[in-house]
């Protein structure tokens, strides 16, 4: 299967695929041994995982060095932002909240959807553990684009009322259709790489960029004795993506860490700013 696809011009789709299967006959192999997987896994009486024994083509693997650039995220920006109906609302959405990984997107529950934040589920490079729960702030354009897709029933992002959600491919297709005829190249995966791009440029540190998008954390300090929840800071990245895509470059957002408990957040800036009193020449 995998030389197949490999004939065809998919070598990273050869290599996803002998990861799904090689942790699916290592689950089934374990569950003679490991109690916590469910007892049908021994059914299929596996003793040995013959997808072991292959190798990934490691050529397939190399990261696209090719993120957006800031006059791309502001032209598709443009593209988006005017678009109608269910299907632009999905894309603004996908991209106001910071790219985050279209699988996990797409399967967002109605429950998982406060006013203000959403609740996703990143399973990615956790064999045998339970997907993270990973928190997105949804600033007030990100809000009014979930508000447009209609949640309800199950799934919050449906065309058939929430029984079943849009799948990844159709927001990718979406995307591509929306942006092909204008920038060049265009491959959905690269809003991804391009918002931590822009972010970076912007001040935005890299702890605070892997945590708005779900890159994982790392250390034992981490995962075991910061509880802090860091939706501040994530929705500061947001809100300074948001400018920077609406009109150019905002202020360094700056190293966003635990000291940021003491700075302004943006949304309380711009309050502040128009409750001040104007002056003489009309300047705040």
Known sequence: MMRRLLEAGKGRTANKLR????????????????????????????????????????????PDKRPMGLEE??????????????????LRLHLLTGGQRIEQLVNLLTANVAVDSILLHDGK?????????????????????????????????????????????TLSDWAADAARAQIEDFQTKRIRSGIETLLASAGVSREIRGRLQSHGVAGVQARHYDGHDYLAEKRQALEALYELLQKGQPAKVGQLAATTSSATPLSRRRRNEEQAPANVDGAR
């Open 19 to 62: 990861s799904y299967a090689r942790a699916a006959y290592q689950t089934a192999k374990a569950a003679r041994s490991k109690p916590s997987i469910p007892v049908a896994f021994k059914t299929y009486a596996i003793t040995v995982n013959p997808v072991a024994e292959t190798e990934p083509d490691e050529s397939q693997n190399r």
């Open 73 to 90: 995220l502001r032209l598709y920006w443009r593209i988006v932002k005017p678009k109608a109906g269910f299907e632009g609302a999905l």
């Open 125 to 169: 490079g956790r064999p045998g553990h339970p997907p993270r729960p990973h928190t997105v702030p949804l600033i007030k354009e990100a809000q009014r684009a979930l508000e447009e897709c209609k949640p309800r029933g199950k799934f919050a992002l449906s065309t058939d009322e929430g029984e079943t959600h849009v799948a990844a491919t």
